[in-house]
């Protein structure tokens, strides 16, 4: 799912959130792979991989959206 309705600090961002196979999702921002989420047996794991300005507030966000349904999982 693409999310590109918003900016952080006056600059333009696009945010992906896509599924991948057996509860996994990748996350871009501008089309930078930035995180992966992944259901483990303990709940919700997000993996933080570089520097950006997603934090877990965020990812606690996507991961609602993911819970929800809003964010398909296939």
């Known amino acids: ?3 590109d ?3 952080v600090d006056g600059i333009p961002q696009v945010v992906n959130i896509t599924p991948l196979f057996g ?3 990748h996350v871009y921002i501008n089309k930078r ?3 992966d ?3 483990m047996k ?3 794991t997000v993996h ?3 520097n950006s300005w997603l934090t877990k507030d965020e990812a606690d966000i996507m991961i609602e959206l993911i ?3 809003e964010i398909p999982t296939e």
């Open 1 to 3: 799912m693409i999310f």
């Open 42 to 44: 303990d709940g919700w």
């Open 23 to 25: 509860g996994y999702f």
């Open 48 to 50: 933080f991989n570089n």
């Open 33 to 35: 792979f930035v995180t």
């Open 67 to 69: 819970e929800s349904g």
């Open 5 to 7: 309705n918003f900016e």
């Open 37 to 39: 989420i992944s259901m």
